[in-house]
């Protein structure tokens, strides 16, 4: 165990940013074969790795907006012998068990967050990646996510606009003093959802809204009094004091018919995530379930957390 040592100023990775054209996710496991010491030292060198592709997509392509944010899960940060105490809301997560609809746990080491306009620079960060991650480790989840159309869901609607904007995504994204050692840091939680599209497209337009609990074209919330109560807003809302910063993506395959929502955020609280998790899986009140969920299936559900940049710099070595 590393002891708690870190005293240097907290730059954040790049949790505030807005989705651009093209993401690559990827979520790795470390293989139980190899041994620890060359995990140890892989996982040094890739803290430098993410450091150098971000800082070289910002000087050679300086319009893509590219960036790579890591995550590290609860059972690497212990096996990788990180700081303790760890955050304090770094846990395993724990499924959420409702009446019709699960969020299930599904395990998950590192967690990579691969932006960029150019999708050439964000397969270019993923292989780089991938070079270094494969000799100690195993890529259970690719997602390549697009931007679809202006900014909506796969489900057709459009994501993302009740996102916290300006200031308010830093103060909702990043820890501040509330956990001063981890200052910069930020809890990232994600679950792949593949969506029940010949379902959906039964439903009129009208129906779809309710479940969304807004208007499909123009992107309208529904009035208090015409919102129905199990509409995805109704449920995902918790209050102005509890947000997160939402950087969800469709993606699709045609050929396999696997078409879907990667969710991810970030949260300077992982308690806020899971009021809404219990929102939408148990239901408020309990039964009251978020109708999102009878056409979308969570097929992942992993806890993250993304150190400051200043402390991936240390952990590098
Ligand atoms: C099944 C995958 C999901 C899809 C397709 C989806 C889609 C959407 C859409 C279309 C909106 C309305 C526009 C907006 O404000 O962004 C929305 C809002 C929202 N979603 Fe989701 N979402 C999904 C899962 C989740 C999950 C798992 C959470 C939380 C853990 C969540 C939290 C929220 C929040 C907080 C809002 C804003 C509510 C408000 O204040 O109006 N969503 N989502």
């Not at 996982?43 to 910002?58: D, K, P, R, T, W």
């Not at 150019?118 to 890529?139: G, H, Q, R, T, V």
């Not at 045609?254 to 970030?266: D, L, P």
């Amino acid at each position: 165990m590393t002891t708690n040592s870190f005293s240097k100023p907290h730059s954040a990775q790049n949790v505030t940013d807005y989705p651009n054209n093209n993401t690559y996710f990827l979520v790795w496991n470390f293989k139980a074969a190899v041994d620890q010491a060359a995990i140890k030292s892989t996982f040094q060198s890739i803290c430098a790795l993410v450091i150098n592709l971000n800082n070289s997509g910002l000087n050679r392509f300086p319009d893509s907006k590219a960036s790579c944010v890591m995550g590290i899960g609860y059972d690497a940060w212990l096996q990788l012998g990180l700081p303790q105490p760890l955050p304090k809301e770094l846990k395993r997560f724990e499924p959420i068990t409702g009446g019709k609809h699960t969020a299930i746990s599904t395990k998950g080491d590192l967690h990579f967050h691969i932006r960029a306009d150019n999708k050439s620079l964000a397969y270019d960060m993923s292989s780089a990646l991938s070079e270094f991650m494969s000799p100690i480790a195993d890529c259970i989840v690719e997602v390549q996510g697009f931007r679809y159309w202006d900014s909506r869901s796969i489900l057709g609607f459009v994501d993302g606009t009740e996102n916290p904007h300006g200031a308010d995504r830093e103060h909702f994204a990043i820890i501040a003093e509330e956990d001063p050692y981890y200052k910069g840091g930020s809890y990232l939680f994600v679950q792949q959802y593949l969506h029940n599209l010949d379902a959906w497209k039964l439903l009129s337009t009208e129906e779809q809204e309710k479940v969304i609990g807004r208007s499909k074209d123009q992107d309208i919330e529904m009035s208090d009094e015409v919102k129905p109560k199990n509409s995805h807003i109704a449920l995902a809302n918790v209050g102005d004091d509890f947000k997160v910063v939402r950087d969800n993506m469709p993606f699709g395959n045609v050929a396999t018919n696997e078409m879907g929502t990667y969710f991810i955020c970030y949260a300077s609280t992982f308690s806020t995530v899971e009021k809404m998790l219990n929102n939408m899986f148990i239901g408020n009140p309990e039964g009251n379930y978020d109708r999102i969920l009878d056409f979308s299936t969570a097929k992942t559900g992993s806890l993250f957390f993304a150190p400051s940049l200043d402390m991936l710099d240390e952990f590098g070595g």
